[in-house]
């Protein structure tokens, strides 16, 4: 449970959202779906009633400059997404969601804010960890690289941020993330994930570039998920961040349909605590990630993982 006293800070828990989010609908038979979002936070404010955690809503409201972006990709891409409303996720031109993706991006910024304010020591952005796009082209569900950009805007600017440790548990692998990081010695990447699935890489360490995998077999369950994140623990304790980002993918759920893992709800908050607990004061900046059950299962692991977040 998250901590009543709340010291130096203005909340527990401070949640970026907004209902446009309801509109990342690729297609209807798409497997991601935007009512996901509203979903987990109306499964957090829930969960946290009577816990004595406070939560702080903040509207996703924030377009970044284009410069911003521009710290992991290139302007062609971005002007093909912004401008024309294109991207290999979808079919023609879809200037909503190319609008959307770019609050996403926002969205992330915002809840870095928070924490470098002192806002809070948990920020949630649901949208977030959009941790497969690339340099020059989208890919698996994700246009922008949020949670890169944010890294560089944090470490580039005047925040204090020096370095950054980001541990991805979501069911694939987070190559978009350690592809655009891997060369910056300020940041650290670290993902568990199903080796058999998209998008198939991730199978070993890069130590000299503090990257860090463990690429699970077929149905591998909560005793591989919590050793893995005890070792990226201990990865983290000898980098010494100053923030950490977590993608907490809900997709390695034993009934999501996009992977072979079996987690449980229980071990996947068992995981965030253990961050936590590793680290009780450092600020933590969690993005969703993927997740494909978006009325029950999903809402309910990505709000139950954010509790844990603020233990
Ligand atoms: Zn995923």
Request: aromatic share 8%; glycine share 10%.
């Amino acid at each position: 449970m998250c901590l009543p006293a709340l010291g130096d800070y203005m909340t527990n828990l401070i949640l970026v959202h907004s209902e446009v989010y309801a509109g990342w609908v690729f297609s209807d038979s798409h497997p991601t779906q935007g009512r996901r979002f509203d979903n987990a936070r109306e499964r957090l404010l829930e969960f946290a009633l009577g816990t004595g955690i406070e939560i702080l809503e903040v509207e996703s409201d924030h377009f970044p400059e284009r410069s911003q972006l521009e710290r992991v990709h290139s302007t062609t891409y971005i002007a093909t997404v912004l401008d024309e409303g294109m991207s290999g996720e979808w079919s023609g031109e879809r200037h909503d969601l190319g609008n959307i993706a770019h609050r996403m991006v926002g969205g992330t910024i915002l809840a870095a804010n928070a924490l470098i304010k002192g806002k809070t020591r948990t920020a949630v952005h649901f949208p977030g960890a959009k941790h497969h796009a690339q340099r020059d082209h989208s890919s698996g569900f994700c246009v922008f690289a949020d949670l890169a950009i944010t890294a560089k805007y944090l470490l580039d600017g005047d925040s204090g941020v020096r370095r950054i440790s980001i541990i991805d548990i979501d069911a694939h692998h987070g190559d978009g993330t350690e592809a655009l990081l891997r060369d910056d010695p300020r940041v650290q990447t670290m993902s568990v994930h199903d080796r058999t699935i998209f998008p198939g890489t991730g199978h070993a360490d890069d130590t000299e570039r503090e990257v860090f995998n463990e690429a699970l077999p077929y149905g591998s369950g909560d005793s591989q998920l919590t050793a893995a994140v005890a070792r990226f623990i201990g990865e983290a304790q000898r980098f010494a961040p100053d923030l950490l980002m977590l993608a907490l993918g809900a997709d390695g759920h034993d009934t999501d349909p996009l992977s072979t893992l079996t987690y449980s709800i229980d071990g996947m908050v068992d995981a965030v605590g253990m961050i936590r607990e590793a680290f009780p004061d450092l600020p933590i900046l969690i993005g969703g990630a993927g997740g494909y059950q978006p009325d029950d299962v999903t809402p309910e692991v990505w709000a139950r993982m954010a509790i844990a977040a603020c233990a």
